[in-house]
């Protein structure tokens, strides 16, 4: 599948990225279009909401509780796909540059992009994307690679 297709596909699966839960149409070419074979490791910043919000509304779960359903899904989905987990812990602050607040920073290591595309691919882990959604008030995720 050629790079326009995986783009076309994300975005009908994830949505167009506008509210901040997936990548913009913009942010998934930029990914895609990187060279196939270079290693690349994703920095994930997330906020969780105090009580996770579905399309449907209120769940009467903590984001922090939805989160862990997105996890016990896609950990295993990401090595499945070829990546790996560097790190996962709590924010516990900033040392240089401005402060920020975040709750958990998760670093993600892929062999090459198509262990990522597969990790996008991979149904449960699409399955579970909502759960993410639904925990995060805000996240950021950092592109670092060769």
């Known amino acids: 599948m050629n790079v326009n297709n995986h783009l076309a596909q994300f975005i009908d ?8 839960s997936s990548p913009t149409q913009d942010q998934w070419k930029g990914i895609l279009d990187r060279p196939r074979d270079k290693p690349l490791t994703l920095v994930n910043f997330f906020k969780f909401r105090e009580e996770a919000i579905y399309r449907e509304g209120v769940s009467g779960k903590s984001g922090q509780e939805a ?10 989905a990401m090595q499945r796909a070829g990546g ?13 540059g401005e402060n920020e607040d ?22 449960a882990y699409r399955a579970a994307f909502p759960h993410r959604t639904a925990a995060c008030a805000r ?4 592109i670092c690679g060769e």
């Open 13 to 20: 699966w994830y949505g167009p990225g506008q509210d901040g």
């Open 67 to 76: 989160f862990a359903e997105y996890a016990s899904v896609s950990m295993p």
């Open 84 to 96: 790996s987990f560097l790190h996962v812990g709590p924010f516990q602050g900033t040392f240089l």
């Open 102 to 123: 975040w709750d958990l920073i998760a670093i993600g290591s892929y062999p090459g992009l198509d262990a990522l595309i597969a990790l996008y691919s991979d149904e």
């Open 139 to 142: 996240q950021k995720v950092i």
